[in-house]
């Protein structure tokens, strides 16, 4: 592997890396030789994480692909609170990647109530740009920036306007900040229904598994996706230096059925 191919000896932050599709991006990089720095909400949760990736690191792993040799440091962080973010980056100091996956929000129609409605501008587009905003003074001119939309930006459903707003509002941010920001480069990843230990504000499992099953129907594959497809995804846009203002779809071709 050349240099632009690696993350070998590489800082990459990753806040909303406790769980789910940051988690799966943390093992990876850290696989790579990175030093993985996770931000998010739960301190349990964030000791959780520190101790997978230490496992993953001695071997225990499932994952036999995988083979952590990087370093791993945690911090609590709500993403939501800017003077929170900027003291955090304050703290990393210099970092070559970040990744944005960190987002807490409900999904409604246009007849939602305003908190419904806001939520997702709240929990979702304002931390990833505040987090690009903090992020700036200290990122290497060489290094990345992946945020987190959704494919129900381009294919959306009928009880989620401003989610869809949200996301395609991302993706758009991603085209302006790769212009804004290059030689630093940006560029966005927007997963289909993937099966992770999301919240989803509380769903049952029955409410899960009934959405998981619809997925199977909407998309070219006929499956819901993992984390750590979407993380492959992650890491090829942080290590391929040729790619910035570009969009992914890791959604089972969900946006083409």
């Given at each position: ?38 931000a998010g909400r ?67 129609p246009i007849t ?146």
């Amino acid at each position: 592997m050349d240099a632009m191919s690696t993350l070998k000896d590489q800082r990459v932050v990753i806040i909303g890396g406790s769980s789910g599709i940051g988690l799966a991006a943390a093992r990876q990089a850290a696989g790579q030789g990175a030093e993985v720095i996770i931000a998010g909400r739960s301190a349990e949760r964030l000791k959780q994480a520190e101790e997978a990736l230490k496992l993953s690191a001695r071997g225990v792993s499932p994952h036999e692909d995988i083979h952590p040799a990087g370093r791993v440091r945690t911090f609590k962080l709500n993403n939501r609170n800017e003077d929170e973010l900027q003291s955090f980056f304050d703290r990393v100091g210099a970092f070559d990647h970040l990744f944005t996956p960190g987002a807490s929000y409900v999904r409604g129609p246009i007849t939602s109530d305003a908190e419904t409605a806001h939520s997702c501008f709240e929990g979702k587009f304002w931390p990833q740009y505040n987090a690009v905003k903090y992020a700036v003074p200290y990122l290497s001119r060489s290094g990345s920036v992946v945020l987190m939309s959704g494919a129900f930006s381009q294919r959306p459903l009928g009880d989620g306007a401003s989610y869809a707003a949200c996301n395609g509002a991302i993706e758009s941010l991603g085209k302006a900040l790769a212009v804004e920001l290059a030689p630093v480069r940006v560029n966005v990843v927007s997963p289909g229904t993937i099966v992770t230990d999301f919240n989803w504000e509380g769903a049952s499992r029955e409410k899960r598994e009934e959405s998981y099953n619809a997925y199977n129907d909407m998309c070219l594959l006929g499956r819901t996706g993992n984390a750590d497809e979407v993380a492959h995804t992650v890491v090829y846009l942080m290590t391929n230096g040729y790619t910035t203002g570009s969009t992914l779809f890791p959604d089972g071709g969900y946006i083409l059925r």
